[in-house]
């Protein structure tokens, strides 16, 4: 049965829709003019102008230190959580609670990381930002880190047990270097929600200090400017960047994917089996 054209419109029409407006921040980036609306010819200008606006390169620097911090945090948290979650404690409730904050609209997780600082009384600063978007990001690698524990080869772990070797042993020298590209795909994501993120900082950083989201915010507050479309545009650089590698990193180190995970190699019998009949035809021969 041969598909209809039209099946393609609303599929192409929610592209154009979702990336036109990105395309024409990114050209607009590029305006010599100062109107963000009217394009009046090409020009680095505006990136330039970024390299000495102090206020951007203190977001900037800010942003990164966020970022960084939080993703050492969600990484290390979120990787144990999906290591607990899918090989020991195998519970629907848990693994809910665990993805709660993935789910929950940023600004109910931001007011209620805002009462608990006050309620333990924690002075706003950039770590309270790290801390909030740890617990946010951490939700994130839990999930893929668990996928990549879904489709590794459990059998490996437990010759590993049955030799002698203890669960840390086990888990630093089989199971971790399985986890490593989900563990890198997570933490790249979870750098990339970090970097852009605008609500819970807003509520969690306080009054001192400000990261790249919030300067970018107070700067809109007083129209559009060419100089906002080319900040606008590397964060969209990087964004795209750091999840096109995350997503690369998930096929990397994926082998034999029609395997069922725990299922013995057959591949490695048949060449064995092969090669034994190979080495008896060269026998006979002789």
């Known amino acids: 049965m041969r598909r209809s054209k039209l099946l393609y ?7 154009v829709f979702l990336y036109l407006p990105i395309v024409v921040l990114v050209v607009m980036s590029f305006n010599s003019g100062k109107s963000a609306y009217t394009y009046e010819g090409f020009s680095f200008k505006w990136y330039g ?16 230190i966020v970022a960084t ?29 665990a993805l709660m904050p993935a789910v929950l609209p940023d600004l109910v997780l931001a007011i209620g990381l805002l009462l608990f600082y006050g309620l333990i009384q924690l002075t706003l600063g950039l770590y309270s930002v790290i801390l909030a978007h740890g617990l946010f990001a951490m939700a994130f690698v839990a999930a893929v880190v668990r996928t990549r524990l879904t489709n590794s080869d459990t059998s490996l772990e437990e010759a590993s047990r049955d030799l002698g070797a203890g669960p840390f042993t086990t888990f630093m020298k089989i199971t971790l ?11 790249l994501l979870a750098f990339t929600l970090s970097l852009d ?15 790249l989201p919030i300067v970018i915010y107070s700067m809109i507050r007083f129209g559009v400017t060419p100089k906002i479309n080319a900040l606008a545009a590397i964060l969209l650089l990087v964004s795209f960047t750091a999840v096109i590698a995350g997503q690369r990193m998930t096929k990397i180190g994926e082998r034999e994917p029609n395997r069922t995970p725990g299922e013995p190699r057959t591949d490695l019998r048949v060449q064995g089996e092969a090669d034994s009949t190979n080495q008896g035809e060269r026998r006979a021969q002789d």
């Open 69 to 97: 911090g939080s993703t050492v945090i969600a990484t290390v948290l979120g990787t144990l959580l999906a290591v607990g979650l899918a090989r020991h404690t195998r519970s629907k409730t848990l693994d809910a609670v």
């Open 9 to 15: 419109v609303p599929f192409w029409a929610t592209y």
């Open 177 to 187: 270097p399985q986890l490593t590209p989900g563990i890198v795909a997570g933490a």
């Open 197 to 211: 993120e605008f609500v819970i900082a807003f509520f969690t950083i306080g009054n001192s200090d400000q990261t």
């Open 49 to 64: 102008e970024l390299a000495h606006d102090e206020r951007v390169r203190d977001g900037l620097v800010n942003t990164l």
